[in-house]
C-alpha cells in the first residue's frame, strides 16, 4: 500500500503538464483523426496514459539521457524480491491492455494485445538504458498486465474470451504513429525544456 501511494503522489503532480501540452497537439490533430471528437478524446486520454507511464518509469529526457546500462536479465529474481513493485509493473500495463481492443479492431485478438504490451514494455527497458535499471522481469510482469487488461475488457464490455467485430473502434496504424509520436516529443523534449520555467 505505502508502494502504492508513493507512486501515486510520484506520478500525478507530474502528469499535469504533460496533459496541459498534450491538449493542445491533439486538438490541432483533430482533423487528421478518424472518427470525430470522441475518437481524439479517447486518443488523447491514451496519450495521456502513456505520458504518466513515461513520468512512473522515469524514462529520460533530453537533458538527462545518459548511455549507464545496468541489467538484470535472469527471470524471476527481482520480482519476488520485491513483490509490491512486481504488483505496479502488472497495474501500470492494465489500461493498456484494456485500451487498446477498444480504439483498435487489430487489437481486438488478444495475441495482439499481449504482443503490444510486450514491445511497449520493450521500449521502457531500452529507454531506461540511459536512466535507470533495465530489468527483465519488468518485461515479464508489463505483459502479464496487458494481458489481464485486455481479458478485463473482454469479460466486462462483451462477456467472451475475443471481442466482437461488431465492437466500436476503428482505428489506424497512422492513428497511433501520430498518438506515440506527440507523447514522444512532449515527454522527450518539451516537458524538460518548459518545467524550469514553471518554477
Known amino acids: 500500500m ?8 510520484f506520478t500525478l ?4 503538464l504533460p496533459a496541459a501540452l498534450l491538449l493542445p497537439v491533439f486538438l490541432l ?4 483523426l478518424p472518427g470525430g471528437w470522441g475518437r481524439t478524446a479517447a486518443y488523447y486520454g491514451l496519450a495521456v496514459y502513456l505520458a504518466a507511464v513515461w513520468i512512473a518509469c522515469g524514462l529520460p529526457d533530453c537533458r538527462n539521457a545518459v ?8 527471470p524471476f529474481v527481482r520480482m519476488w524480491a520485491a513483490p509490491a513493485e512486481a504488483v505496479l509493473n502488472i497495474l501500470l500495463f492494465l489500461p493498456w491492455g484494456f485500451l487498446l481492443p477498444l480504439l483498435y479492431r487489430r487489437f481486438r485478438d488478444g495475441r495482439r494485445t499481449v504482443l503490444a504490451g510486450l514491445a ?7 529507454m531506461q538504458l540511459f536512466s ?5 522481469d519488468d518485461v515479464i510482469l508489463n505483459t502479464c498486465g496487458a494481458w489481464i487488461g485486455y481479458f478485463i475488457a473482454c469479460v466486462l464490455l462483451l462477456g467472451s474470451p475475443r471481442l466482437s467485430k461488431a465492437a466500436p473502434g476503428d482505428g489506424t496504424f497512422a492513428d497511433r504513429t501520430l498518438v506515440y509520436i506527440a507523447v514522444f516529443l512532449v515527454m522527450f523534449f518539451a516537458v524538460p525544456l518548459l518545467s524550469p520555467l514553471m518554477g
Open 132 to 136: 535507470g535499471h533495465t530489468d527483465v
Open 13 to 16: 503532480p507530474r502528469i499535469l
Open 29 to 32: 490533430l483533430h482533423p487528421l
Open 2 to 9: 505505502d508502494t502504492l501511494l508513493f507512486f501515486l503522489s
Open 120 to 126: 511497449l514494455s520493450l521500449f521502457i527497458e531500452l
Open 67 to 74: 548511455f549507464n546500462p545496468r541489467l538484470n536479465l535472469t
